[in-house]
Structure formats: structure tokens, C-alpha cells
């Protein structure tokens, strides 16, 4: 199997016409094989869909190709992200009715603890063991923060072999780090293996055309 380039917020096209963009891949992080694609179309009403990364046939530089027409989209199952409050049970979560009169309490509440309300976010059309990557995703290494996850490079049966790193906010590069390097990924952030001094010896990974990438530095 040829080796694959999915960039975050590549283009995605179906069969019949342009199906969105790629916001996100979803992995199982026992394999680190990519299962799906989460592919976002949409401006003021957006809508995730999950695709099966079995529906790939191509996948390079600037735009991802799959085997889906448009008209298919709705037989695959929506992703949304959804934040729930949880803790403090609902008697004890004061009333924003101003109408409604609160009589004194007849009884003491202390000694009744009061339970932090924490939100969480749900998520649907993904399952909670796998791990969801994007463009958000930090990297670190030995020495602290290095950049930014920008695209994914899969080798056989869709398996993670490299990641590019996008580093530098007025000059970014793009850097080019192989999977033997990483030490963990999960949906904080991903932690490598390396020094600064080793990672300033990372080959550059750059665009050619739309068609193709390569990495500058000698590692293809």
C-alpha cells in the first residue's frame, strides 16, 4: 500500500463532487492505525461526518480522495461534540425564576456538602477508546513545546509512520518526525523522544505541487 499524506483541513472529494474538509483522523491507540476521517462541510450550519479510513484511494498533498458520493454522506454516522455540566445534583442549583418566592428553610443544610459542577465534553459517532487527533494537538519533546500536529503519514494498512510538525508562528516550517521517536500520543498533546539540538536536525517538510510532498534533508 502506497503511503498516504492526510493534512488537517485538506480538501476532501468524493466521487461526484467536493465533500468538505478533513478536521480530524481518529486512531486506535493500541495499533496507531488510523480507523476514520472526520470530514466538516458547512459555513453557518456545520455538519462532521465520519467516514471509514477503508474508503480512502488516495490521499496527498493538498486534497484526499474517497470512495463516497455525496448523496452516501448520510449513511455514515454524524460527529458531535457536546458539553454536559455534572456534580452538583439539581436541588442544590439555585432557581433563575426571579417570580418564584424561595421560603427560609425550616431545616439546616450544614454539614450537606456542596458538589463542584464540572463540564465535560461528549462526543458522538466516535468511540470513547479511540483517540481523535487534529491541528490543535501540541508537540513536545525533551525540552518543552515544539509545534503544532498539521498532517499524518501513513505506511501499510493505514499504521501512523511519521507525523509533521508545524513550527514558528512568523516563519513556520514544517518538520518532518518519525514514529519511532514518539514516546506518546493522545488527544493532549504528543510527546517525543528528542532533544532540541535533535530536533533542529529534522528534515523540512515542504509542498512541491498539489499533487505531492518530500521531505528536505535527505529522508524520504
Not at 173 to 180: D, G, M, T
Request: glycine share 8%; net charge negative.
Amino acid at each position: 500500500m502506497d503511503k498516504f499524506s492526510f493534512r488537517f483541513n485538506a480538501e476532501v472529494h468524493g466521487s461526484d463532487k467536493q465533500l468538505g474538509h478533513l478536521a480530524k483522523v481518529v486512531i486506535n491507540p493500541e495499533t496507531w492505525q488510523l480507523t476514520n476521517l472526520i470530514i466538516e462541510s458547512g459555513f453557518l450550519f456545520k455538519r462532521a461526518k465520519v467516514i471509514p479510513i477503508t474508503k480512502v484511494e488516495g490521499a496527498a498533498a493538498q486534497a484526499i480522495y474517497l470512495a463516497v458520493n455525496n448523496s452516501d454522506l448520510n449513511d455514515y454516522p454524524d460527529y458531535q461534540e457536546i458539553v454536559v455540566e455534572k456534580g452538583a445534583p439539581e436541588w442544590q442549583r439555585p432557581l433563575t425564576n426571579p417570580d418564584i418566592q424561595i421560603p427560609e428553610p425550616r431545616y439546616s443544610l450544614v454539614g450537606v456538602p456542596e458538589m463542584p459542577v464540572v463540564q465535560e465534553k461528549v462526543r458522538t459517532g466516535v468511540s470513547d477508546e479511540l483517540v481523535l487527533l487534529d491541528n490543535n494537538i501540541p508537540v513536545s519533546g525533551l525540552e518543552g513545546h515544539i509545534g503544532h500536529l498539521n498532517c499524518i503519514i501513513t505506511a501499510e494498512n493505514f499504521q501512523i509512520g511519521q507525523f509533521v510538525v508545524t513550527q514558528g508562528k512568523l516563519l513556520p516550517k514544517q518538520i518532518l518526525i518519525p514514529i519511532n521517536l514518539i514516546e506518546k500520543i493522545s488527544e493532549y498533546g504528543i510527546h517525543i523522544l528528542a532533544t532540541n539540538d535533535e530536533i533542529g536536525e529534522f528534515p523540512e517538510f515542504v509542498t512541491l505541487n498539489d499533487e505531492t510532498m518530500r521531505s528536505v534533508g535527505g529522508m524520504q
